[in-house]
């Protein structure tokens, strides 16, 4: 088991940049999610780090150890690939014995791995079967044992559920978080999927546009995004672009930018940020199960809305509320206390301070 280190990282194909300078440590034991949007640039990440591909700048190490122009097979690195990349034709057995083979293990020893990694994966039943008469999920489960056989220092998986179905995957992801925790192996998992990072990371990276855009754990990611992309691509939230009208004494009050009648207001704003934040565009973001959605109208960061959509969810009420010409989304828990809201309705729409979160707007309006 090991630590990563990208120190400056970047990545270039021709003219395309597909990694910026990345800077990253990932701890000995962690597992660690690249998470962002199709052609973000994680995979290509990934592939520097398993050696697949060298760096156009910057370094990478393993420990202390410098591995930037390593190839692959000396790094110790286990991959698991999207489209599992088995041997179709070979065994179970065969497939997971075939990286030991390659370094010239005794037969008695491939055996016992072989056998102890496929009892991991709870496919001992299986070994003499022919791969390609497996499900995908049991191939899936003869990839990590492949990967893991080896004995890596580390493991790297890229989004190696994403031809499972709904109910496999939920299953796969405990496999694989019960594998990690039992080897205790530096893992790397690159993922579009915002649930998975969320549920199964002890840190998450994300990514977009071959830039890093925040790192951290995925209770700080949700809870304080560093930005507007990273708020509306983890969980659903609601983006209010702002202008501000005044700031004194802490208080900052922030204009609608497409209406400007309304405005909302933070108290005790901390000064140090605010003066990081004020000279770049701004927007307020609020998760819709922040807000709260009221019968009379209540003073400071309350709008007058019409109901637009209400969806009766089982454990919640999804509304969406038309305020002025923006339409903002509600997460109202089925408490019961709420009337019976339907479209057409009026209500009032609170942004409870402590939840609006000011944000450096990095996409348009
Ligand atoms: P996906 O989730 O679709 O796999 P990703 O976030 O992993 O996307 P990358 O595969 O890392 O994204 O691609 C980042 C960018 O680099 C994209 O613009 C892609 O087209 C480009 N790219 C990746 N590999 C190559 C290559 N071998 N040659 C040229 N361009 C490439």
């Not at 110790?76 to 599992?84: A, D, E, L, R």
């Not at 056998?115 to 990839?143: C, F, H, T, W």
């Not at 220092?153 to 190696?160: A, H, N, Q, W």
């Not at 809201?341 to 209500?347: A, F």
Request: glycine share 6%; hydrophobic share 40%; aromatic share 8%.
């Amino acid at each position: 088991m090991s630590s990563i280190t990208l120190d400056a990282i970047a990545k270039s194909f021709g003219k395309v940049k597909a990694v910026h300078e990345l800077n990253l440590e990932i701890k000995k034991g962690e597992f660690f999610t690249f998470l962002g949007p199709s052609g973000c640039g994680k995979t290509t990440t990934l592939r520097m780090i398993a050696g697949f591909y060298y760096p156009t700048k910057g370094s990478i190490k393993f420990g202390e150890k410098d591995v930037t122009r390593v190839v692959p097979e000396k790094r110790n690195t286990g991959m698991v690939f999207q489209n599992y990349a088995l041997f179709p034709h070979m065994t179970v057995f065969e497939n997971v014995a075939f990286g030991l083979k390659v370094r010239k293990q005794s037969s008695s020893e491939i055996k016992r791995r072989v056998e102890d990694a496929l009892k991991k994966v709870r496919l001992d039943q299986y070994m003499m079967r022919q791969v390609s008469q497996l499900s995908g999920g049991q191939q899936q489960r003869v990839a990590l044992a492949r990967a893991l056989v080896i004995e890596p220092d580390i493991l790297l998986l890229d989004e190696p559920l994403s031809n499972l179905d709904a109910r496999l995957r939920d299953e796969m992801r405990t496999e694989i978080l019960r594998l990690q925790r039992d080897y205790g192996i530096t893992t790397i998992y690159v993922t579009h999927d915002q649930v998975e990072a969320l549920s199964m990371s002890d840190r998450i990276a994300v990514f977009n546009a071959g830039v890093c855009q925040q790192i951290g754990t995925p209770k700080e990611i949700y809870n304080n995004p560093a930005n507007d992309f990273v708020a509306s691509f983890i969980g659903e939230t609601n983006l209010i672009p702002v202008t501000p009208a005044a700031a004194d004494a802490g208080t900052i009050r922030l204009n609608w930018n497409e209406d400007s009648g309304k405005s909302l207001v933070l108290h005790n704003y901390h000064q140090g940020k605010w003066s990081e934040l004020s000279s770049q565009p701004l927007s307020v973001s609020i998760r819709p199960e922040a807000l709260e959605v009221l019968e009379q109208p209540a003073g400071e960061n309350t709008f007058e809305g019409k109901v637009e959509m209400a969806q009766f969810t089982g454990a919640a009420l999804q509304l969406f509320i038309r305020i002025g010409s923006r339409l903002v989304q509600a997460m109202v828990l089925n408490n019961l206390t709420l009337r019976e809201l339907e479209e057409g309705d009026i209500v009032y729409v609170r942004f409870p301070e402590q939840h609006m979160r000011l944000l450096p707007r990095v996409m348009g309006e």
